[in-house]
């Protein structure tokens, strides 16, 4: 099957989706030859840079209003749960205009993998401040610098119960490729938030490749560990920070979808078939 779709392609030159777009397309490859077909993988989006990616891959896909991409994953996949679902969203996408979306799909668990192009601005705007940007931003909203603390997605995501926690680099494909194969593999809710330099409004390649490091945890099921993982860096930009990639947590606990099947809400109606 021919994954890349006849579309132009216009991303700025250099923007770190095309990392991701590569990682992604490994990914479904590496899937397809442990028996998953591309034809049972769905991508759905928000609004945003991150949502062109569905322009370029031939795959089944669901372009979302802003915010509400992983909304959309979890009505395709309770509608058919054999389906793979991997929901993208940019962090302004996810982790403003739908950050309780977000919250409450980890909070039930349902088997979806999330993958968030964290560039840290609304870059398709052309650079507003996000909640990940950091104190001091200057971008079109905020000229004289953001006077907001940025917030830690993945201790949020630690705290909203989410069952496979992640960070990766998009510079660092081959990374990403295994966490992405990882994280469509888990039963839950999957999680991660991908670093991704724009290159246009907030270009922070330099930043991470002086600072990030990739870590192999030996317990992932420990709370504790990964809380202490994940704050090493609390997206604040300091010069002494260091920024670790990998899986951070990952455990095993019953998945949404099996439960609201079989309930109440859906007995005695007609099962629809999406797909």
């Not at 799909?105 to 650079?127: C, E, P, Q, S, Y």
Request: glycine share 8%; aromatic share 10%; with cysteine.
């Amino acid at each position: 099957m021919k994954l890349d779709a006849d579309c132009q392609n216009t991303w700025c030159p250099g923007c770190g989706n095309f990392g991701i777009l590569q990682a992604l397309k490994q990914a479904v490859e590496v899937l397809n030859k442990k028996g998953i077909a591309p034809e049972d993988i769905v991508l759905t989006a928000g609004i945003g840079c991150h949502a062109k990616t569905i322009d370029y891959l031939n795959l089944n896909s669901f372009y979302g209003l802003h915010g509400r991409g992983i909304a959309v994953a979890q009505g395709v996949k309770i509608g058919n749960p054999k389906l793979k679902i991997i929901a993208l969203a940019g962090d302004g996408d996810a982790y403003n205009e739908g950050i309780s979306h977000l919250i409450h799909a980890a909070k039930r668990n349902i088997d979806i993998a999330v993958l968030i192009h964290n560039n840290r601005t609304f870059a398709l705007t052309a650079g507003q401040f996000t909640a990940t940007s950091p104190r001091g931003f200057k971008g079109v909203s905020s000229p004289q610098g953001s006077n907001e603390d940025s917030f830690n997605p993945l201790k949020l995501m630690l705290a909203s119960k989410a069952s496979f926690i992640a960070r990766a680099y998009s510079a660092k494909s081959e990374h990403l490729r295994d966490l992405i194969v990882k994280a469509v593999e888990h039963q839950g809710f999957s999680f991660i938030d991908i670093l991704q330099p724009c290159v246009s409004f907030f270009n922070t390649c330099q930043f991470y490749n002086q600072r990030v490091y990739e870590v192999e945890e030996s317990d992932l099921t420990s709370e504790k560990r990964a809380l202490e993982k994940i704050q090493e860096w609390e997206y604040d930009d300091k010069e002494t920070c260091k920024i670790p990639l990998g899986l951070f947590y990952q455990i095993q606990r019953p998945v949404y979808e099996q439960g609201a099947v079989g309930s109440a809400v859906f007995r005695g109606r007609k099962k629809i078939n999406f797909l």
